[in-house]
């Protein structure tokens, strides 16, 4: 999955000695665009993590995957990163903000309306 979002916190980096050796983890908070924006807390692990692109008020692509597990009877989901990189500034934007066009909608003339309801 792929997630065009804006990073607007870093979380303190977390490392670990484990049995294949040392080991780290970077978490970050993106927020989606929209009219409904959305705050998501994400990870990427080991040599993935590219701290010239995961800085805050930086427009990011992010192909994760998604991972749950359960522990004493409660589910945690993970949001786990194996690429990110800087949304290029053209790809994504709204059509005909870049050639200076405007949309035109057509909507119903109210000429052709009667008065007559139909019950």
């Keep these: 999955m792929e997630l065009k979002a804006k990073v607007v916190q870093l979380l ?12 780290k983890k970077q ?5 989606t665009d929209g009219q409904y924006p959305k705050k998501v807390c994400a990870s990427i692990w080991g040599d993935k993590i590219n701290m010239d692109v995961i800085k805050e008020g930086n427009i990011v692509n992010l192909s994760f995957d998604l991972e749950s597990r359960e522990y004493n009877n409660r589910w945690y989901t993970e949001v786990r990163g194996w690429k990110i990189e800087l949304a290029e500034a053209g790809k ?4 005909n903000e870049s050639n200076g ?18 019950f």
Excluded: R
């Excluded at 303190?12 to 080991?23: R, S």
């Excluded at 994504?92 to 059509?95: A, D, L, N, V």
């Design 12 to 23: 303190p980096l977390v490392t670990g000695e484990g049995k294949n050796g040392q080991w």
């Design 27 to 31: 978490e970050f908070i993106l927020e």
């Design 101 to 118: 066009q405007n949309t035109v909608i057509a909507t119903p003339s109210m000429d052709n309306i009667s008065d007559d309801l139909p």
């Design 92 to 95: 994504g934007s709204q059509p």
